[in-house]
């Protein structure tokens, strides 16, 4: 049963992580978002945001939401480059679902844990590290590339994390399911 409520995301989405707006933010009461990087901002070794994410963290920006960048990544130059491009502070290593660079990003924030939510795609490390800080944690789909040959594995691990955590009694009904619209 503890496995379960550590496992388990206050909300998934069903979509990317571009689809979280500042109305869903204040239904949920939240004041800040330590974003994970690979796979939840940008695909796997990109350097470049979209115009699509960079856009949304702008809007973010002028609402009165904190953000950070945590990232297991070890790359300075690369998840530096990234934070860079849409001027926020990040955090490197996390280790996650080690607690101790979340309670880094949260001091950096001056947000009380109980406002802040933890937005990744990744069920043991990003929604395992923020539940067991007492996070609002938020399941978003990967950003991948369709030719990316680290798709398969990316998608192998999370479909494995996915099945293990159903048979323990995980939930993983989108509480919002957007489909994009193409313009």
């Given at each position: 049963?503890?496995?379960?409520?550590?496992?388990q995301?206050?909300?998934?989405?069903?979509?990317?992580?571009t689809?979280?707006t500042?109305?869903?933010?204040?239904?949920?009461?939240?004041?800040?978002?330590?974003?994970?990087?690979?796979?939840?901002?940008?695909p796997?070794?990109?350097s470049?945001?979209?115009?699509q994410?960079?856009?949304?963290?702008?809007?973010?920006?002028n609402?009165?939401?904190?953000l950070?960048?945590?990232?297991?990544n070890?790359?300075?130059?690369?998840?530096?480059?990234?934070?860079?491009?849409?001027?926020?502070?990040?955090?490197?290593?996390a280790?996650?679902?080690s607690r101790?660079?979340?309670?880094?990003?949260?001091?950096?924030?001056?947000?009380?844990?109980?406002?802040?939510?933890?937005?990744?795609?990744?069920?043991?490390?990003?929604?395992?590290?923020?539940?067991?800080?007492?996070l609002?944690?938020?399941?978003?789909?990967?950003?991948?590339?369709?030719?990316?040959?680290?798709?398969?594995?990316?998608?192998?691990?999370?479909n494995?994390?996915?099945?293990?955590?159903r048979?323990?009694g995980?939930?993983f009904?989108?509480q919002?399911?957007?489909t994009?619209?193409?313009?």
């Open positions: 049963m503890m496995l379960v409520k550590l496992l995301p206050n909300l998934v989405l069903g979509g990317p992580v689809l979280i500042p109305d869903m933010l204040e239904q949920y009461y939240l004041k800040g978002l330590i974003l994970d990087v690979d796979e939840t901002l940008v796997w070794h990109h470049e945001v979209s115009e994410l960079s856009d949304w963290i702008e809007q973010l920006k609402s009165p939401i904190s950070c960048l945590v990232s297991n070890l790359s300075h130059e690369r998840i530096g480059s990234i934070a860079k491009s849409l001027d926020l502070p990040y955090l490197l290593g280790g996650k679902p101790r660079k979340l309670k880094k990003a949260l001091e950096q924030m001056n947000v009380p844990a109980s406002s802040v939510a933890m937005v990744g795609d990744r069920l043991f490390t990003d929604v395992l590290a923020g539940n067991r800080l007492g609002f944690t938020i399941l978003v789909e990967p950003m991948v590339e369709d030719n990316q040959t680290h798709k398969n594995w990316t998608h192998w691990v999370r494995l994390e996915i099945r293990i955590s048979l323990i995980v939930s009904k989108p919002h399911n957007f994009q619209v193409d313009k």
